[in-house]
């Protein structure tokens, strides 16, 4: 099922009664879940609803969720009549054609041109009836997104997989080198010594000890391990049912540690060269992992 991508897009439907409420989910990359609700108006209230729905679904990513009400709506506004107001109008102008003897009659024409006889009322949605249509709608987008967040993610991991069996082959270049550069550095060490106390009288076994101790400083072996599990633990999260794109990073960070260390140990020019495209396959990879969720 996982790593999923944060990139994805899902539409859903769900219909009753002649409406359609349709939901389109959009997702990109983000630390956190970071969502932005759209919808009409009169439905605001749903809103928490919603996020609560969709942060069961998705662990971080920028999400946009919009909803659109199609078909006949339960919420169209509707004319009123004003009756009471009708009829204080009514008996006004009764009261001014009689009391200025004015021929003529109080006709509809008259009475509809008087403010607030008759008004356009928006209708109060029952909510919480609506939400089992929005709530459908939401479910079908977010399972639409998902299959396409997954597919994406698929794609991901062999992407990774494939970076890291190349790290891995560069980890394994060193590796295989370690003996030979360490009797390199014994003797380029006893050579710089001997040079350095040329004419004193040392006992040369003594020298010999500290010319090891100074040579095992610069042993890779701890660092060569530890990348070693570094890289088992990440091809294990690749292979996790859970979110993994915040361990798969911090992971990184040590990948990036182990070989900034091994490289500042070993002053070797062919080493050195490796280390540069060690960090190179390190960055790729963490330009990746951006967008597993």
């Given at each position: 099922?996982?790593?999923?991508?944060?990139?994805?897009?899902?539409?859903?439907?769900?219909?009753?009664?002649?409406?359609?409420?349709?939901?389109?989910?959009?997702?990109?990359?983000?630390?956190?879940?970071?969502?932005?609700?759209?919808?009409?108006?009169?439905?605001?209230?749903?809103?928490?609803?919603?996020?609560?729905?969709?942060?069961?679904?998705?662990?971080?990513?920028?999400?946009?969720?919009?909803?659109?009400?199609?078909?006949?709506?339960?919420?169209?506004?509707?004319?009123?009549?004003?009756?009471?107001?009708?009829?204080?109008?009514?008996?006004?102008?009764?009261?001014?054609?009689?009391?200025f003897e004015l021929d003529a009659e109080v006709t509809l024409k008259d009475m509809l041109t008087l403010r607030d006889v008759v008004s356009l009322e928006e209708q109060r949605p029952d909510v919480d009836a609506e939400w089992q249509l929005i709530a459908g709608a939401l479910d079908a987008a977010l399972k639409d997104c998902d299959v396409m967040r997954e597919k994406e993610g698929h794609a991901l991991q062999q992407d990774l997989l494939g970076r890291l069996a190349k790290f891995e082959a560069i980890?394994?270049?060193?590796?295989?080198?370690?003996?030979?550069?360490?009797?390199?550095?014994?003797?380029?060490?006893?050579?710089?010594?001997?040079?350095?106390?040329?004419?004193?009288?040392?006992?040369?076994?003594?020298?010999?000890?500290?010319?090891?101790?100074?040579?095992?400083?610069?042993?890779?072996?701890?660092?060569?391990?530890?990348?070693?599990?570094?890289?088992?633990?990440?091809?294990?999260?690749?292979?996790?049912?859970?979110?993994?794109?915040?361990?798969?990073?911090?992971?990184?960070?040590?990948?990036?540690?182990?070989?900034?260390?091994?490289?500042?140990?070993?002053?070797?020019?062919?080493?050195?060269?490796?280390?540069?495209?060690?960090?190179?396959?390190?960055?790729?990879?963490?330009?990746?992992?951006?967008?597993?969720?």
């Amino acid at each position: 099922m996982r790593p999923r991508s944060m990139t994805g897009f899902g539409r859903g439907e769900a219909s009753d009664g002649g409406r359609t409420w349709v939901a389109e989910v959009r997702t990109v990359n983000h630390r956190f879940l970071d969502q932005r609700v759209i919808l009409p108006r009169l439905f605001a209230a749903l809103e928490e609803p919603v996020k609560k729905k969709v942060a069961a679904a998705l662990d971080r990513g920028r999400v946009d969720i919009t909803f659109s009400l199609q078909g006949v709506s339960t919420v169209e506004p509707q004319l009123v009549v004003n009756e009471s107001v009708a009829r204080q109008y009514h008996r006004c102008l009764r009261q001014l054609i009689a009391d200025f003897e004015l021929d003529a009659e109080v006709t509809l024409k008259d009475m509809l041109t008087l403010r607030d006889v008759v008004s356009l009322e928006e209708q109060r949605p029952d909510v919480d009836a609506e939400w089992q249509l929005i709530a459908g709608a939401l479910d079908a987008a977010l399972k639409d997104c998902d299959v396409m967040r997954e597919k994406e993610g698929h794609a991901l991991q062999q992407d990774l997989l494939g970076r890291l069996a190349k790290f891995e082959a560069i980890v394994g270049r060193i590796e295989a080198r370690i003996p030979e550069l360490q009797q390199q550095r014994q003797a380029d060490l006893r050579l710089r010594v001997g040079k350095l106390l040329e004419g004193l009288d040392l006992d040369p076994i003594r020298l010999a000890q500290e010319t090891a101790i100074m040579a095992d400083k610069s042993d890779v072996t701890e660092e060569i391990t530890r990348l070693g599990s570094h890289m088992g633990q990440f091809r294990s999260f690749l292979a996790s049912d859970e979110p993994v794109g915040r361990r798969l990073d911090f992971l990184l960070q040590e990948f990036l540690r182990e070989v900034n260390t091994l490289s500042s140990k070993i002053s070797n020019a062919g080493i050195a060269h490796l280390g540069v495209e060690m960090k190179n396959e390190i960055e790729k990879l963490r330009e990746q992992v951006q967008n597993i969720e």
